[in-house]
Structures are given as structure tokens and as C-alpha cells.
């Protein structure tokens, strides 16, 4: 009998920690940045420069779930890295913008959908007068991933010749 009862106190406080654990991560969200949150937004600094933006841009996305392995975090890290490494003035002038999703998100779905994804992916799309022209899945990133150098480089070639496109 006691050790039932001591098992079952056990229990009721793994249930009770856990779901202290997941409140106080739900109520910690709001405040600091969330993953989706963290995207580098540009300064506008003029009504000129807003049209400008407007026109024409280039959207780099790394769409991830909830769960995340270490590889996953690597491409999310690795990709921020290329982009701050060779494109700090387009990501400030908001001709390149760095998104960073969790599709498991509501409203976030669609981009499963939209993008055809079936994995941690990053894409890039060119977006023209707030329309989509061109996009892009950048699968190299499981084959590349085990070399940081590499995927670095490949990340800035895409985005790149994205940009050049304008």
C-alpha cells in the first residue's frame, strides 16, 4: 500500500512540474523574442525609402517545428551567419529580410503548403509590388550542414544571385 501511494504522489508531482514547466514557458514567450519573432527588421528612414522597399525585396525563411534537433538549430544559426557576413547593408535597407518560422504555430501552417515543404527547410522568394514572383527550396542544406564553411557559401550564393536579379 505504501508503495503505491508513494508512487502516486510521484506521479501527481511529475504532472504538476510539468505543467508549471509549460505555463511558465507560455507566459515567458510574449516577452522575450520568440523564434518566429526574431526576424531583422529594417529602419525606415524616409517615405522614399519605404516605396522603395515596397517595390522589390528578397525573403530568406527558415521554417522549422516545434521540436528542433541540433542540426536544425545549426541551419538556422549558419544561415544567420551568412546573411550577417555578406548582406548586413540589404537586411538594414529592407531589400533582404531573414524570417525565421515555426510552422506548428497557428495561422502558420499554410506555409507547408505554399512552399511544399515536408522538412526543416529554408527558402527564398523575390517578392516584387508585394506580390511572390520566384521562390525556391534550398535543399542543399542537409547535404551541406556537417560543413559549416560550405553551407555558409551556399546560403550567400542564393541569396545573391537573388539579389542581383533586381
Known sequence: MKIKTVI???LLLFIVVS???????????PTESSDS???????????EQALKLMDSKVVLYYFHGTARC????????YSNEALQQAFTEN???GRLEWKIINVDEPGNQH???????YSKSIVIAK???GEQLAWKNLNRIWEL???????????QDEVGTYLETD
Not at 541540433?70 to 541551419?75: G, Q
Request: glycine share 0%; hydrophobic share 35%; proline share 4%.
Open 37 to 47: 519573432e526574431r526576424n531583422l527588421q529594417p529602419v525606415v528612414k524616409s517615405n
Open 111 to 117: 506555409y507547408v503548403s505554399d512552399y511544399q515543404l
Open 91 to 93: 537586411l538594414n535597407n
Open 127 to 129: 517578392i516584387q509590388d
Open 145 to 155: 550542414v556537417r560543413n559549416k564553411d560550405v553551407f555558409i557559401k551556399y546560403i
Open 8 to 10: 502516486s504522489i510521484l
Open 19 to 29: 505543467v508549471v514547466y509549460m505555463l511558465a514557458k507560455e507566459i515567458r514567450s
Open 70 to 77: 541540433p542540426t536544425c538549430r545549426k541551419f538556422e544559426s
